[in-house]
């Protein structure tokens, strides 16, 4: 594997992220890493180790440092160390779930990506407790789990020992009613995030509806993550900034952001304080935030 690093530093005035604030905000491309053929999600844990999944060869590669190899797993099959569409990646320090979308199952491996069960999401009697066609995956820190149902257009809870809670979102909700879910995220303050390509979805824990995210200015959106105090999102060709609570700090078009290796086809983003990672369809962008 190739590692091709660039070094450029790219300026951004007040109005280019954030409207109204004296400041400037410097991004320097620190090189790329990563080969892949169709990269589509982007993860990186408490340990800083980054995880990509690639929909076409169906791995999903874990660098613990980036210029160093990575170790892969999967290709396409049913097999417990196989995949059909990995999607959503999520740690806890000790395990490490992978979205397995055509197995309709969630996948569970230790830290170092060494299997240890698989949990089906499908063959409950009662059909509105099964789960088709997962998209994402997330984890609250009291352990329940939130997967996004790209089957029918809704989150589903369960409890640590996957026992079906509830569900939310889907054709019966009142409010916050999704209708082309993405992927998901969650919160330090434990709101879960549902990207649409033109809006986000806020819910609580409890599947409660709370508000509505860039609709009117997001478009095509694609990938997104949540820091401490920000949601960061992508569409191809473009990079957006909110605060968590919904208001705008700006967008930036990807050819603004100089590299040697062009930004284009941008499929995900990930923000670990001042690193920004983006992924594209076939290698990540390792970025450092100056603000």
């Known amino acids: 594997m190739s590692i091709l690093y660039v070094f450029a530093i790219v300026f951004f005035e007040a109005t280019a992220w954030a409207r109204g604030t004296p400041n400037t905000m410097a991004l ?26 690639d ?18 797993i999967g290709g396409y099959g049913w097999s417990q160390t196989s ?9 806890d320090g000790v395990n490490v779930y992978i979205s397995d979308k055509g197995n309709r199952r969630i996948q569970r491996y230790d830290r170092s990506l060494n299997f240890i069960s698989s949990w089906s999401l499908v063959g409950n009697p009662d ?15 009291s352990g329940e789990f939130f997967v996004l149902d790209g089957e029918n257009n ?16 889907d054709i019966e909700a009142a409010e916050g009613k999704l209708q082309n879910p993405l992927t998901c995220s969650i919160s330090e303050s434990q709101q879960i995030y549902v990207l649409e390509p033109e809006r986000i979805l806020v819910y609580d824990v409890y599947g409660n509806f709370i508000q509505e995210i860039g609709k009117g200015i ?36 990807a050819t603004n952001i100089i590299s040697e290796t062009p930004l284009q086809d941008l499929r995900d983003i990930c923000v670990d304080g001042n690193r920004m990672y983006l992924l594209t369809t076939h290698t990540v962008h390792r970025i450092r935030i100056n603000r």
């Open 218 to 253: 997001l478009n095509k959106a694609c990938g997104f993550c949540l820091t401490k105090k920000e949601v960061w999102v992508v569409s191809p060709d473009e990079v957006y900034r909110f605060s968590l609570e919904g208001s705008e700090s700006g967008a930036v078009p």
């Open 154 to 169: 809704r989150i589903v809870k369960y409890a640590p020992d996957g026992t079906f809670d509830r569900s939310f979102g």
């Open 28 to 53: 320097v491309d620190e090189g790329t890493f990563g080969l892949f053929e169709d990269a589509n999600r982007i993860y990186v844990d408490y340990q800083k180790q980054i995880f990509v999944a």
């Open 83 to 91: 995949f059909d569409t990995p999607t959503g990646i999520v740690a």
């Open 55 to 72: 929909a076409h060869t169906n791995q999903v590669s874990m660098f613990t440092q980036p210029q160093e190899s990575p170790k892969v």
């Open 127 to 141: 059909n509105a407790k099964n789960c088709g066609y997962p998209l994402g995956i997330v984890l609250t820190s």
